[in-house]
């Protein structure tokens, strides 16, 4: 059973994100780092109207090389309107984040 999560605004303070990528897992699998592979089976979509990020920490790395590919920031201040995943194409026209599995807005 999935469900459709809708949220009006979403304030992190002080977020600590760390992303690790596996680069030998399954493409649908939650360890491919593609956010939609995240949701899928437990939320059908998730909309967030406003999403704001204060002072936030992020890190990517891979499993294997956590030096190779490596993304670190030490504070991010972030705001987007009309955040979305999920499969709905025209709902992920000109968002910010282009999921993993596409490239240019289109499904590989």
């Excluded at 459709?4 to 699998?29: G, T």
């Excluded at 406003?50 to 670190?72: A, M, Q, Y």
């Excluded at 504070?75 to 992920?92: N, P, T, V, W």
Aim: glycine share 6%; proline share 1%; aromatic share 8%.
């Amino acid at each position: 059973m999935t469900s459709v999560l809708d949220i009006d605004e979403l304030i992190l303070d002080d977020p600590d994100f760390n992303v690790a990528s596996n680069s030998k897992a399954q493409s649908d699998s939650a360890a491919s780092g593609d956010l939609n592979d995240f949701i899928k089976g437990s939320l059908e979509s998730v909309s967030i109207k406003e999403l704001s990020i204060n002072r936030g920490k992020f890190v990517k790395s891979e499993v294997d090389d956590t030096l190779k590919n490596r993304i670190e920031l030490d504070e991010l201040d972030f705001k987007m309107i009309q955040f979305y995943l999920g499969e709905d194409a025209e709902k992920r026209e000109n968002q910010f984040f282009l999921w993993q599995g596409c490239r240019n807005g289109h499904q590989r």
